[in-house]
Every structure is written in C-alpha cells, then in structure tokens.
C-alpha cells in the first residue's frame, strides 16, 4: 500500500465530524491493505508509530527538503525507515537520525510530507480513536464490531486484531483469549460529583470500594511465576520485588488480578502519589520505600476466565485465594449512610474516595462503563497539557502557566478549558519545564506550544460559562495536584465528563 492512500485517508477523517463518516473512510483504506500491513496502517491512522519513540523531534523536522513530484513511497519503507531511525544510537546519533529522515522525506510528496510531520510531532488529531478504529476493522473485515471489541479487550493491540481479522474474518477473531502472561485493558471508572447521583445510577445494592492515589498494577501468575503490568500494559516486575514475594505465596496455580500498588506511612496512611509513583518507575530492584498490594478483581483463575462473570461472583472468587489484608476494603449496601461512612473513611485515612461497583457487570475492560463508578470529595480531572507560558518574576526562565485542554470524545481533538500556575513546587516547575521543551513543537517569546500527551491532574471548584476558549466554560480556580505519567493523552477526561462531573454555571 502506497503510503498517499493513508494521508489522503486522513484527511478525509479529519474533514468530518460523523463518527460513523470516520468509520467507512477507514475500513475502505483498510481494505485495500494487506493482512501483514493492517496493524502498521491502523497506527498511522491512529496517531501512533509501532515503534512507539524514534528520537525524532521538532527540531528534526524544521528543514525538510523539497517534496517528490510523485507517490511512490510504500507503507512497509516507511516503516523500515522508522525502525532504521529508532535504531540509531551513539556518537553522531543525531546527525546520522537528521540524515535518514531528510532521506525519507525527500521521497515523499507534499501531502505525505505533511502527514508524517503531524505523524511524528503527535499532532495527527482526526478523531480516529480505539472505537471509531474497532468499527472500521469490523467494517473491512465484514465481523461484529462486538467481537474486534472483545478480541482487543484480550489482545490489547488493535493492530494484531486487525491483522487477524482481515486474514481470517471472525474465527481469526475467536482465537484470541485471555492468556496469562499477556495483559489485557482495564476496566474502568466513570464519575459521578457524590454517592447518592452514583448509587442512583446503579439502582440497587453495590459494592463500595475506597479508591486509593496508587499504582493500577494488573498481576498474572503462572507456576508460582508473578508479573506484573500497570494499566499502559507495561510490565515492571523487575522493579518490585516486595510485590512479588507477597503475591508468590497466594495459593493459586494460575490467576489474573487486578489492583492497585501503593506507598504507605506505618500508620498505613499514604505518602503522596509522587512517591508511589517514583518506587514503579525506578530501574532498581529495589527502593527505600516499598509498595503496598490492594487487591479488587480477578479476570482468571486456576484454567477459568471470570471475565464474563457478574462482578460479586468474581469478588468471592478473589476473597477465596486473596487473605483480607490484600483486598481492598469494601461494603455491600443499597444505603447512602452506610455508604457515606465508607467513603468518610477513606478520605480520612488519606485515600482519594471510592469506587461504586455494580454486582452484576462482567468485567468490560479497556472501556469506561457504568458498571464502576469513582467518587471523590473534590472536583478533579486528568486533563493534557497543550501549552505552557514563560513565567515571569521569581519564575522566570521556567514554562509556569499551563493551558489545559480535556479531549473532544466526537472529534478526538483537545478543548482547551483554562490555564493554570498555581500548585507548583520548584522541583516540579524545573521538572516540567524540561519536559515541555522535549515536547515543543512551536513557540514564540512568551508561549510554547507542545504535543498533547503530558497528562495532569487539576483540581478545581468548578466550571463556568466562558467566551474566551471554544468549549464554551472555564475550570474556576484551577490548580496543579500532580502529573499522571501512568495515564496517556487518549485516558484524558473528556467534554462530557468535565460537564457530568461539575455542571456549567453563569
């Protein structure tokens, strides 16, 4: 496939707001391609590189040179060019990674020029996102959208799903299944502003869980064998052995769990989430702080998938072979006092809120459905950073006011809703002042303008009307709690979420 059939693609996808417009674009470029290239072209037309980081900058993409007059540049050579690029390291890494991709460059057309520039700088925003894709592998392929959803719910790559799909229709799609060992999306939470607007929504008795400022650990065991994955499907076992050596002893012969890991003072309240945050990401095998495990779901156990199961016989089926100082702690109840209580209890011993669970939802992962839904006593979001200002004063010289932007579920693209430069230690505005520049794709004298995949959290007192930005309101006293560098741009709140969760005031 000639790589001007993806960026003439593209633009007719970023050309439309209908979702199901997007979805046919998609499947007929989908079709034309050929099983072995089906996952490279779907993570082009999502935004992504296979290789996930080639080194390639902004800086590496200012002087481009004169494009080809015509197409001749096939998908599969450009994505050998991309691993070529990534693989280059050493003295002279630069130059040589500058060379080979003015080489590439120079085969392309304008329009593809074009497309691998906003490829490479991130910037490939056309609303192209995991659902509107799943439709349009199902579309190629002519399969049930439901079963590309559940093959990549197991699988965890889009790509492979489609590249099974296209080659073998639905029986391709049915060979894949839970595999310990292999992580799967999580499950996850939708919101609600208090208890009783998330108990409503449940009608019923639920399950009350605390919701803890943690780690989101997925844990696969096999022969004794732990490891474990967070929730971006990366696996840091190496990096914590004290999780291990606790979860080695459950009696089990093979499981899936879900839960999360957490840094704990001795009198068990939390220390912050940087803490917790910098013991997952330290290389060492070991650090001075270690890690709690909180328990709240199995997906497999001993050869049986749970994942269909309703939520409270998974839960009893967690509490057979997970003692109760591993779970997280939980109540059954239909009424809010008793459920208030809970949540007071968390909340004092330092823990974010809870979590409101359904006792009959299978476990839907990767999606976030009804069937969970978070509380907490604030009003937070995780939203992208799109841009910083220069700061000024005893902050001069460091990128301090953050533009703020939640993602457009529609159209894929970021509605900024704000900007913010409070909440800021000096650690952190020397920390992501370094990090904005890494991700700068334009700047002028008072403002850079950087790639949206920096998430962080904000508090705020709530949102109102405003002409200034293009959603239509503003967050009203925003402030900085902390960066997610466990969520990506795609796990960002979205529009609707920032409206559900604090409604628009005059």
Known sequence: MLLSEIARTSGTVAGTASRRAKAAALAACLRDAEPAEAATVVAYLSGELPQRQIGVGYAALRDLPA?????????????????????VAGPGSVARRRELVAALFARATRDEQWFLVRLLSGELRQGALDGVMADAVAGAAAVPAAAVRRAVMLRGSLGA?????????????????LEVGRPVKPMLAASEPDLPAALARLDGPAAVEWKLDGIRAQ??????????????????????????????????????LDGELIALRPDGTPHPFQVTAARAATRRAEGPVPLSVFLFDVLHLDGEDLLDRPGTERHAALARVVPEELRMPRL??????????????AVERGHEGVVVKSLDTPYTAGRRGAGWIKVKPRHTLDLVVLAAEWGHGRRRGYLSNLHL?????????????????????DELLAWQTERLRELAVDEDAHTVRVRPELVVE????????????PGGMALRFARVLRYRPDKRAADADTVETVRAVAPVID
């Open 67 to 87: 494009p080809a007059a015509d197409a001749t540049l096939t998908v599969a050579e450009v994505d050998a060019a991309f691993s070529a690029i990534g693989a």
């Open 332 to 345: 059954v109840t239909a009424d809010p006092a008793r459920a208030a209580d809970l949540f007071a209890e």
């Open 405 to 425: 932007g939640a993602r457009d579920a529609a159209t894929g693209e970021f509605v900024m809703l704000g900007k913010t430069f409070k909440g800021m230690t």
């Open 161 to 177: 799903v489609a590249t099974a799909a296209l080659a073998s229709g639905e029986e391709g799609l049915a060979a894949f299944g």
């Open 219 to 256: 844990i696969h065991i096999t022969g004794g064998e732990v490891r474990v994955f967070t929730r971006t499907l990366d696996e840091i076992t190496v990096r914590l052995p004290e999780v291990t050596a606790v979860l080695s002893r459950l009696p089990v012969r093979d499981a899936v």
């Open 458 to 469: 904000i508090a705020f007192d709530g949102v109102q009307r405003s002409t200034r930005y």
